[in-house]
């Protein structure tokens, strides 16, 4: 049995519950055991280090060291906690090798709250890379019981997955593939277009509102002239920004759009043959009925 320490993130208890509904729900069909981070604190989504390096350092070392004490690997399903949190690692491991000072720092002030020190013993995986370096494709497909055959699916990776970490050891940060290949193996087809490996505007959404929906059209629009059924994403900011917001984008850019986005947890769980309504699949702005037809539901 594989084992995780399980860092849910804010968004999946929040806006997106229906992410961390899916991973729960398809972590028991693949005998995947998730010991969920309770303590842990919110990322920070890339916005302390503005303030100060210093604080998304120790935040995040702390959240780290709770998965540590439990010597396993830290998991999330957000593509933004893993760019944060992975380069945060990637910082530190560097820190305690070139920069004790600043290491002892981060660790003085976890010892300050009574927190585990940072020790650099684990590492920080997204549940694609999961799937694909400690499950296996060969393994997952082995699992499928109701094939996505018919279903063209396009990929949306998110700017922190790709390009966040100094080192991306799953996948190659300007012509990735690891979520087409999940696609692969679950029958469907994976689309491929320019928008995949693009920001959705999100970052840009609180103060140039205009120009975010502006990006997350055009990349809407890609997947769509390019066949797509629906986009699959990793990452829970691009879901609010393409699927929550995505009526709003319409007008903004005065075109159709009503196209599916789906966390990759809930496709993965399509394929095990999990009910739609224990994924979370109803509780979309834009309605994933088209998907659920063309599937045979």
Not at 60 to 85: D, F, K, M, W, Y
Not at 96 to 119: A, R, W
Not at 262 to 272: F, I, R, S, T
């Amino acid at each position: 049995m594989l084992r995780y320490a399980y860092f849910p993130g804010c968004v999946a208890q929040g806006a997106c519950h229906e992410l961390h509904q899916s991973t729960i729900a398809i972590s028991q069909a693949l005998d995947i055991e998730l010991i969920e981070l309770k303590k842990a604190a919110c990322c920070g989504s890339g916005t302390y280090k503005e303030d100060s390096q210093l604080l998304e350092d120790t935040v995040n070392a702390r959240n780290i060291a709770l998965a540590e004490s439990l010597n396993l690997p830290l998991l999330t399903h957000c593509s933004t906690c893993q760019g944060v949190i992975g380069h945060v690692d990637e910082r530190l491991k560097e820190a305690k090798e070139n920069d004790v000072e600043y290491f002892n720092q981060v660790n003085g002030f976890l010892k300050k709250e009574n927190c585990s020190p940072y020790q650099g013993t684990t590492e920080v995986k997204h549940i694609l890379w999961a799937l694909i370096s400690d499950y296996g494709l060969d393994a997952l497909q082995a699992k499928v019981v109701k094939s996505l055959k018919g279903l063209k699916c396009a990929a949306f990776y998110g700017c922190y997955l790709l390009r966040a970490q100094k080192h991306l050891p799953f996948d190659n940060p300007f012509n990735p593939q690891s979520l087409e290949q999940v696609f692969s193996v679950l029958g469907a087809t994976p689309v491929f277009y320019e928008g995949r490996i693009k920001c959705c505007g999100w970052p840009l959404s609180s103060y140039a509102t205009e120009q975010s929906f502006k990006m997350a059209g055009k990349n809407l629009l890609d997947a769509i002239n390019n066949g797509a059924d629906c986009i699959v994403t990793p990452c829970p900011l691009c879901h609010l920004n393409l699927d929550s917001r995505q009526p709003e984008v319409a007008k903004v850019i005065q075109k159709k759009l009503d196209l599916p986005i789906l966390h990759l947890p809930q496709l993965v769980g399509l394929a095990l043959g999990i009910e739609p309504e224990k994924l979370g699949l109803n509780n979309h702005v834009v309605s994933t009925a088209k998907v659920l037809h063309l599937l045979g539901y």
